[in-house]
Every structure is written in C-alpha cells, then in structure tokens.
C-alpha cells in the first residue's frame, strides 16, 4: 500500500522560507513522477509543480516558478519542497501526490499540510 506523509508545514512571514517534505513508502517509485499540489480556502486544488523520480526532472506553475524548488532524495525515499520567497497568496493546504510516467492520473495522494504565510 502506496503511503504518502506530507510534514514541514507552519506560519511564516512574507518574504520567508519554508521547507516541506514527503515521505513515500510503499513501493519503488522509479517509474513515477512525484506532485506537489495546494489548495487554499475557497478555491480548487491547483499543481505546484513535479519531479520524476528517475530522471529528477522538473516542472513548475508559473506563479511558484523561480520560487520554489522540487527535489528527491533517494536514501530516504523522500520528495521536497523548498519555498522561498513567501507570499500570503501561498497560504494553503499543500499535498504530495504520485502518479505513473505515462498516465495523467495522480493515483496516490497525502493527507495534506497546512502552510500559512502572514503579511
């Protein structure tokens, strides 16, 4: 059973740096892209970004881009997320979430954790 634990969320001011951290067990997740995901009060879940697991490569919504950073360690079969930058419009509830390569359905979701940024 594909388990996900999103950890590292807390209140931070504008302008700071948090860093969030998913650990994934369950599996070997060489042939799956790990997603970071938020949603904020009142308003639909949205992509943060992506990272596959074998080839460590990237993507980013456009509004966390150069911001944010997605990486993997492979020792502690963990995906994070490191936010900078920090604005009160990122204040959300941030998942971790895992799909196949090639499938477009993120299959494996975390129970969420809750980032706020103050002004």
């Known amino acids: 059973q594909v388990q996900l634990v999103e950890s590292g969320g807390g209140l931070v001011q504008t302008g700071g740096s948090l860093r969030l951290s998913c650990a994934a067990s369950?599996?070997?997740?060489?042939?799956?892209?790990m997603g970071w995901f938020r949603q904020a009060p009142g308003k639909e879940r949205e992509f943060v970004g992506h990272i596959a697991w074998s080839s460590r490569s990237t993507s980013y919504a456009d509004s966390v881009k150069g911001r944010f950073t997605i990486s993997r360690d492979n020792a502690k079969n963990t995906v994070d997320l490191q936010m900078n930058s920090l604005e009160p419009e990122d204040t959300a509830v941030y998942y971790c979430?895992?799909?196949?390569?090639?499938?477009?359905?993120?299959?494996?979701w975390g129970q969420g954790t809750q980032v706020t940024v103050s002004s």
């Open positions: 979430a895992s799909r196949i390569v090639l499938s477009r359905t993120w299959n494996y």
């Open positions: 369950g599996r070997t997740f060489s042939n799956y892209v």
